[in-house]
């Protein structure tokens, strides 16, 4: 059967014969798994389709066993993505996050179309005189991707009593969002238990007044209209350690391959 969608190159897998695997996010279905057989050949016809970024429109021959590609009519290569270290570094974490987060069979168009209009951002960038730019692209979609797969944190009500949160705000990855003063204060002491039990303790973030408005409008908004707003550094910063430090707790991972990429290239934590 012949199965065909818009996808993007999440990943690729080298396999033997010159074989490659491709993790494809498709428009129609989600995450898919596909063999571009033969594609290490630099003369193969799939080859230049077969890396990761890629974006176009996707021929699968799918039935028995693994789902072959067919072929592909390349829209946009995103070349200057993986021609340069600074961008390929933050695309490789918006790839790796995504692929993390997306389903097979699960169709996600929003979340998609996101990605992509990050990818095209990315692409035309100029990263080379200032991160400035990049960063706050990194920090909207790391909401944008929370959102759009049903895992923002709760930003109106305290999420262990649901009082409504008017002044002092705390934010808890633990909890799925912000926490009143109150419940704060008794994570606080519940802390001190659980520290003389040698057990981890729960990490509370003070936020302030600016950090939740900012984080709504993170949350509601497009990534295209969060990149029409300029934000200070400061919390550009803050957001995306918030960001990272949730994903890691609700994905349960450890270690992003990616970010220790970025990590090393001296961008975000
Ligand atoms: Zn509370």
Redesign the pocket.
Known sequence: MIFTSDAIVLKRTALANNDILLTLFTLRTGKMMAVAQGARHPKNRLASASNPFVYGKFFLLTGSGMSKINGVDIEKSFYSIRENIVKLAYGAWFLELTDLVIVEGEQNIDLFMELKLCLSRLADMDVNTSTKDVEVLKMAYEWTLLSKIGLAPLISN??????D?VTSRYFSCESGGM??????N?IEQENSIRKQKKQSEIKVYKMGDTIPKILEFLLTKSVDEILNQSFHETYVKKLDTLAYEYLKYHLGVKQFKSRAFLKDLGKGV
């Open positions: 305290c999420t262990i009593c649901s009082e949160i926490i009143c003063e109150a419940c704060s008794q």
